[in-house]
């Protein structure tokens, strides 16, 4: 598939995920076969007010490309101006964020909160398709609540607006992330409009990936929270999905070695005391289901140097073997 003019070679994207989405997890998402990926989500505001950290969070390697850029924002020109900013970053493309549901977003009228207006949201597009060169994505969810459902809606204004695709989560901004995502919504959308339609919820493995593709219709999958830890989803949903293959479940060996080799970046671009207090909760997914992975987790957050952590993995390593 092409998403305006980018090729996609792949099943499965990795999600802009905020404090999780970052070069670190993108890079080795990546390595195991991700076709696209996405940064966390930006701050317009933060980038119209010259702000370091935002800045920051638009740095892409070529490891990791394609991959875009995501903004968040509810005006149109700060919008247009956060995208034009961005273009020194080289994005492949920017990715307008209308599906966060946190509260602290929504109270200031973005992530989700834009649904409530089909007509800004379409403004929006329209501001950042003329700031930049690059095609622009949206990502939307099913609704605000089960009362105002309105995912095809927005996507048509977006798509009328000049979007080159759009990335639908199949949960209102209420549901949070429970109960279990509505494919039908996403099927809705797709049928609606002509661009690629990207299906967004619950894909925790290869199965999960077919089974969205086979009753959405829908382009591309989006995994967020299946990737936490799991990697490796991206190579299990390719070898299936081209061949048919069940690709088995990583050794404790390979499955450590990934996760000292994704912690070992977090420090080397972060530096060791932002990246290990950052690897904690990633160690916490990486151990989930291991013997002993409560008492684990305890240690994982007090971990403050690289060397705490090896000797976490030391534990970990010797305690399976018993």
Known sequence: MKIGNIEINGFATLAPMAGVADR??????????????????????????????????????????????????????????????????????????????????????CGCALMKNPELCADIVAAVKKAVDVPVTVKIRKGIDDEHVNAVEVALACESAGADAVAVHGRTRAQMYRPYADLDIIKKVKS?????????????????????????????????????????????????????????????????????????????????????????????WYIKGLRGAAAFRNNAGTMRTLSDFYALLKRVLETQEI
């Not at 370091?52 to 990791?64: D, Q, R, W």
């Open 24 to 109: 670190a997890f993108r890079e080795l998402s990546t390595s195991f076969g991700a076709a696209m990926c996405t940064s966390e989500m930006v701050s317009a505001k933060g980038i119209s007010y010259h702000s370091k950290k935002s800045a920051e969070l638009m740095e892409i390697s070529e490891k990791e490309r394609p991959c875009g850029v995501q903004l968040f924002g509810c005006e149109p020109d700060t919008m247009a101006f956060a995208a034009e900013f961005s273009r020194k970053y080289e994005p492949d493309f920017i990715d307008i964020n209308m599906g966060c549901p946190v509260p602290k977003v929504n109270s200031i009228g």
């Open 192 to 284: 609606a409009v002509k661009i690629p339609v990207i299906g967004n919820g619950d894909i925790c493995s290869a199965q999960d990936a077919a089974k969205m593709y086979e009753e959405t219709g829908c382009d591309l999958v989006m995994i967020g929270r299946g990737a936490c830890g799991n990697p490796w989803i991206f190579s299990q949903i390719d070898a299936y999905m081209r061949e048919g293959r069940v690709l088995p479940e990583p050794t404790l060996c390979e499955r450590t070695d990934i996760m000292r080799r994704h912690i070992e970046m977090l420090c080397k671009y972060k530096g060791e005391d932002v990246g290990m207090r950052e690897a904690r909760k990633h160690v916490a």
